[in-house]
Every structure is written in C-alpha cells, then in structure tokens.
C-alpha cells in the first residue's frame, strides 16, 4: 500500500470519527495555541520595551551622586564637561539636570509645572526635536541667561495654541522668554508626562532653584558599543575622587542585555509551560489510537491475512496518528496567530510581523507532527505485530 492511500485512509478514519477526532485533537490545539500566543506575546514586549530604549537612547548613562559639598570631594558640571572633551573616542555630550516643581505663569494662566535645568546637549541627548524656535545655546548656557524651551502640554496650557517663541513667562515670579516649543512625544498630553515642563540652562537653575551643586549628570557614548567603556571611565573617574562609592551610574545599554536575557529566560519558559499541554495531548492521541487498534483487530486481521506486511500496518497507523497531530497543530496554529493579535491589542503592545512569528510556527506544527509519531508509535507497533489469526478471532 503506497503512502498516499495509507494517508487517505487516515483521513477517512478520523473524519468517520469527528467527535473523538476533534477532543484527541484538542491538547495538541491547546498546546500550539498556548505556545504561539505566550511566545509572541513576550517577542511583542521585548519589542516594546527595544522601541522605548531606542527611543531613550541606548548609549545614554545616567549618573546620579550621592554626597556633595566637601570641597576636597565634589564633582562640578566643568569637571564632568572636562572629562568628556579629554575623552571624545568614547563620551559624546555630558548634560547636568537639576530640577524641581514651581509655580508657572503666563498672563492670568497658571500651572505647578516640573522646572529642568539641563545642558546645550540636552536635546541632542534625548532625541527631542522642536515644534517651534530653538533650544538654548552653550553660550546662554554660561551667562545664565533666562530662556526657557517648554513642551507641548505647558504650550497649550499657558498660550492655548498661539505659537510662544518670544513671549515671557514668570517662573517663581522670575520672568524668563519662551525660544522653543518641543515637538509632542506622547499621545495624550498629561500634567506628569514627557511633554510636561520647562527646560532652562542648568546656571540659570542653580540660581533659580538656590543651590551650588549638580548631582545628576546624562552622559551619552560615541555609540552603543561604547558605552560600557564609558560607564566604566566614569566609574573609575568617580571612584579616584570620592574613594567610595558615592554615586550611581546606570547604562541603559547593559541594562536592555540584562532585560533580553531575562525575556529570552521568560520565553523559555513560557514555551516549556506551553509544552506541557502538547505533551497532555499526546498522551490523548496515544489513548486514541489504542482504542482504534482495539476496535480494528478483525480488519487488521484480514488485511494480514491477505498478505499486508507488518511494515505496511505500522505505517498506515503511525500516518493516522501524524495526521491527527498536525491537523490540531494546523488548528491551533491559525488560532495562535489570531489570538495573538488580540492579545497584543489589548495589552497595547506592537504587532509581531509575520516573519518573526514564522520561528515558532514552524516549531510548534514540527513539534506537533513529532508528538503524534512518537506517542502513535506505540499503538502502531502494537497493531502490526498482531497475529492474523488472533485478529481474526478477535470478537
């Protein structure tokens, strides 16, 4: 008997049976679905979070000190600028950040609004593009000049939609003129997002906010690669002055590794507790089938009797076990894919294109296919090892 009728065959034994078809099927459904939903939903966060990170920026280190104000161990704004132009192979631009909450006014409009003092690279550093005008030079910068570059809820907040750029605004009753407006980041405008505040220079800050030090410090590398070089450079530049560790420095670089490890960990995972059902399934099918080979004795019988080969009852029933397999494989796969999208919707996280979900589609029907021989052997062997006279005895 050739491949093609035994696969017929197949076919027609496990549609004559739909009922008890499509339950054995069902662990194998469960497990795929499972499968493809869990693991695309982990590559959709991975992908979320990579947008966020480049979005960020993923050379950037943050540098926060913890103790200053001892004149023999304290870090100025000149030092750090210092250390970034004796290493331009590996830092590209060094940001202070000093900030706090004043009152904002402009007119008869008002608002307690976030205040950042930042560097001249700050918008280079973060990737910020501007709606109107521009940002504060090096120059406005180191005279403390009183310019403010704002974003687009406080735009709206004190000027509605007028464009700002050449306007004044009070700080803590402190007049400052609007030069820039950033361009909206997020989708919806909210008091604490990113699009809230005002950014004047880091001098002007110190001023405004009575303090004589700078605690925190955005650093950026020449590129990604870099940055482990950097965070290191400004560890030991730290270490040599305070002669302990007081200061933080995160490397978001490092820090997106440690995240994919742990995702890749957490897919893993999600693909072994997946397996349990495919394994659940199999289990079904090899029930399945030694109920069908109790059921066809006599006809198995017969067919030996007429001369089939032992080979040939082994193959027909392994076919039929595959066949069950991958049709519940082939179910829960377009299932997967369409519950993945839901899921992803609904938890606002980017669609997986098609091309990175072909992995995993491809190993979980392989997988399944796997499943329904290895647990169909069995009952296959089982079959073809039957004696005709026995078979045909069999009542």
């Known amino acids: 008997m050739s491949i093609l009728m035994s696969f017929k065959m197949a076919i027609k034994s496990i549609f004559s049976n739909k009922v008890r078809s499509i339950l054995t099927m069902l662990g194998i459904i469960i497990g795929v679905l499972a499968v493809i939903v869990m693991v695309n939903l982990v590559n959709a966060s991975m992908m979320g979070m990579r947008e966020w990170m480049d979005k960020m920026g993923t050379n950037i280190i943050e540098v926060s000190i913890y103790r200053q104000g001892d004149t023999t161990r304290s870090v100025g704004p000149a030092q750090m600028e210092q250390l970034a132009r004796d290493n331009p192979d590996v830092i590209e631009y060094i940001s202070p950040n000093i900030s706090g909450n004043k009152t904002v006014k402009s007119g008869n409009r008002n ?74 980041m997020e989708s919806e405008l909210t008091e604490w997002g990113e699009d809230a505040g005002v950014w004047i220079p880091y ?101 030996k009797a007429v001369g089939a080969k032992t080979r040939t009852i082994l193959l027909q029933f392994l076919i039929e076990s595959a066949s069950i397999s991958c049709m519940g494989g082939l179910i829960g796969i377009g299932l997967g894919i369409v519950g993945s999208e839901f899921a992803t919707m609904a938890m606002q996280l980017p669609s997986v294109p098609m091309v990175d979900q072909l992995p995993i589609i491809l190993f979980s029907f392989g997988f399944s296919a796997m499943v329904g021989i290895f647990f169909g052997f069995y009952p296959a062997f089982k079959a073809a090892r039957m004696k005709p006279i026995d078979a045909l005895r069999y009542e």
């Open 203 to 303: 001098t002007r800050a110190m001023r405004l906010f009575k303090s004589n030090v700078i605690n925190d410090y955005t650093v950026t590398s020449v590129d990604e690669n870099n940055s482990k070089a950097a965070e290191t450079l400004i560890r030991n530049y730290l270490f040599k002055i305070f002669q302990t560790e007081d200061y933080w420095v995160y490397n978001q670089a490092e820090s997106l590794q440690e995240m994919n490890q742990e995702i890749n960990g957490m897919t893993f995972l999600a693909a072994a507790i997946a397996g349990i059902s495919l394994l659940v399934g199999g289990i079904g099918i090899m029930n399945i089938m030694l109920v069908t080979v109790t059921e066809r004795t006599r006809e198995i019988g017969i067919r």
């Open 111 to 184: 608002y307690n609004g976030r205040i950042t003092g930042v560097g001249d690279h700050y918008a280079e550093i973060n990737k910020r593009a501007l709606k109107y005008g521009d940002f504060f030079s090096s120059s406005e910068v180191r005279n403390r000049s009183s310019v403010a570059v704002i974003g687009e809820y406080t735009r709206q907040k004190l000027f509605g939609n007028r464009n700002p750029v050449g306007q004044t605004i009070r700080i803590d009753g402190e007049v400052f003129t609007v030069i820039g407006v950033f361009e909206q």
